[in-house]
């Protein structure tokens, strides 16, 4: 839990509050639906996909909005985890998605599509790859919102990220290291735009910690225009 909420308030050596952990999951995921849908409303909540779901905590959260809710991680270990804090309500599955894609699910198969301090632990080509793959199983009238940060703030922001990159494994050798990166918002705004997606907003967000400029981005799928009649 201290991997998933490494920059949460809990103290190093105090072990985590399950519930509270869980409450967490909770608040965004109310907080964040309702953000979303005060901007368009949801036609149907019957399919959601968590990317990156970890142990669950959001996934759990979107189950008691959506009748199924899909958790995928890269991580075998946490899925276990995620199948075992599950009990038994059964509206939330839990998948190992390891491909660079999501080609384990069809087009248009889910209402919404959220991903949250996930896409900032990958290097920006799969990050690019994920976004492209939610527009793809997507409802054209589902949502998807994703968080993604864009850089690190402050002067000298690229030196001090080479500067991390190559001296904190030697300072602190033992410190398990998590790699942040980003994509710049008009980057984002233009990947999504060639996949078919339309921007409803992009709103700033300080889940990437208060050393990373990070948004929150709101999308659907742009109405496809007619086939031409032969
Ligand atoms: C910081 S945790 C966040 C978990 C969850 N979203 C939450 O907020 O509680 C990031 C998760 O992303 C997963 N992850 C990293 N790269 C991934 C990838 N390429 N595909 C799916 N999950 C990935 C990690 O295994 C980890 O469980």
């Known amino acids: 839990m201290r991997a998933i909420l490494a920059r949460s308030e809990q103290k190093k050596d105090v072990p985590w509050d399950v519930e509270k952990f869980f ?15 005060s901007i368009q409303p949801l036609r149907e909540k019957k399919c959601a996909l968590d990317f990156g779901c970890g142990v669950g905590r959001l996934t759990q959260a979107l189950a008691s909005h959506f009748e199924r809710v899909c958790g995928v991680d890269i991580s075998p270990a946490m899925i276990q985890h995620a199948r075992n804090y599950q009990g038994s309500e ?10 660079g894609d999501l080609r384990q699910f069809r087009d248009s198969q889910f209402d919404f599509v959220y991903s949250s301090i996930t896409l900032q632990h990958m290097p920006a080509r799969f990050a690019k790859k994920y ?5 793809r199983v997507l409802n054209p009238a ?3 919102l994703f968080q993604l940060p864009s850089h690190r703030k402050g002067n000298f922001a690229r030196v001090r990220t ?9 300072l602190h050798p033992i410190t398990p290291r998590v790699m942040m990166s980003g994509l710049s918002k008009h980057e984002v705004i233009q990947l999504l735009t060639e996949h078919c997606g339309y921007v409803l907003d992009v709103a700033s967000d300080e889940s990437a910690g208060k050393d990373w400029e990070s948004f929150r981005y709101l999308v659907q799928k742009t109405p496809q225009s007619p086939a031409p009649s032969p």
């Open 23 to 37: 409450q967490s999951g909770v608040f965004e995921i109310d907080a964040m639906l309702q953000y979303a849908e």
């Open 90 to 99: 059964g509206r939330s599955e839990y998948l190992v998605n390891e491909t």
């Open 131 to 135: 976004i492209a793959e939610f527009l």
């Open 142 to 144: 589902g949502l998807l």
């Open 162 to 170: 080479l500067a991390h990159e190559l001296f904190d494994p030697v």
